[in-house]
């Protein structure tokens, strides 16, 4: 779900703009998983750039007074969602922790950083959401800590269909500030690729574990 489709293309535009997503068809890049893909996304350099930073925090503010009045506690999947979140939950005036991708090896061996209550209300803040695993074991730690989530906010979805319903077999109600097809066509109105890139990126979107340039 979008949160306002008039900024989503304000949001794609300011990430295109200082290349916090690239696109190019012609020269893909290597995500982790092995597949090659046209665009690569990183939102941690949102934060290097003060009124893009700001416009997202505000967003996300914005997002959750209209989606979730009630949340008590922002908490930031790491790493991405960390910076982010502590900046909508000093916006909010409103405690902040963060879950770790995997626990702390040495200590406590805490999973979750900052001081959680069973049965507080939590709003979880991610930078990026592909297929929803690394986002979704956050949820479910947080949930095992006694804590109700109430939903995730995050700056930017590919749209998968496999993350879709990730989300909806764990129950989560998931925002994005932009995806994919708001990219594109975002992507296509300002000049940064051609009609023809289009297709690739599309068929690429369809099935991107079998993509091929």
């Known amino acids: 779900m979008i949160f306002n489709k008039e900024s989503a293309h304000k949001v794609a535009e300011l990430l295109l703009q200082i290349k916090a997503i690239k696109l190019q068809s012609a020269n893909p890049f290597i995500w982790a998983s092995g597949w090659k893909s046209p665009i690569y996304c990183d939102?941690?350099?949102?934060?290097?750039?003060?009124?893009?930073?700001?416009?997202?925090?505000?967003q996300f503010v914005d997002a959750i007074k209209e989606h979730y009045p009630t949340a008590e506690v922002i908490v930031g999947v790491a790493t991405g969602g960390i910076a982010h979140g502590a900046?909508?939950?000093?916006?909010?005036?409103?405690p902040f922790a963060y879950?770790?991708?995997?626990?702390?090896?040495?200590?406590?061996?805490?999973?979750?950083?900052?001081?959680?209550?069973?049965?507080?209300?939590?709003?979880?803040?991610?930078?990026?959401?592909?297929?929803?695993?690394?986002s979704l074991k956050?949820?479910?730690?947080?949930?095992?800590?006694?804590?109700?989530?109430?939903?995730?906010?995050?700056?930017?979805?590919?749209?998968?269909?496999?993350?879709?319903?990730?989300?909806k077999t764990s129950k989560c109600k998931l925002i994005?500030?932009?995806?994919?097809?708001?990219?594109?066509?975002?992507?296509?109105?300002?000049?940064?690729?051609?009609?023809?890139?289009?297709?690739?990126?599309n068929k690429w979107r369809e099935n991107p574990s079998e993509w091929k340039p």
Not at 43 to 58: D, E, F, G, M, W
Not at 87 to 94: I, T, W
Not at 176 to 200: G, P, Q, R
């Open 43 to 58: 939102n941690r350099k949102a934060l290097s750039y003060p009124p893009v930073r700001t416009y997202i925090r505000q």
């Open 87 to 94: 900046l909508v939950a000093e916006a909010l005036g409103l």
């Open 99 to 134: 879950v770790r991708s995997v626990a702390k090896g040495h200590g406590l061996e805490n999973l979750i950083e900052g001081d959680l209550k069973p049965g507080q209300q939590i709003v979880v803040i991610e930078d990026l959401v592909s297929t929803g695993g690394s």
């Open 138 to 167: 956050a949820v479910e730690e947080l949930r095992k800590s006694g804590c109700n989530v109430l939903g995730m906010l995050a700056i930017f979805s590919y749209g998968f269909d496999t993350a879709i319903q990730n989300f």
């Open 176 to 201: 994005t500030l932009s995806d994919y097809n708001t990219l594109i066509n975002t992507a296509v109105a300002t000049n940064f690729i051609t009609e023809k890139e289009v297709n690739s990126l």
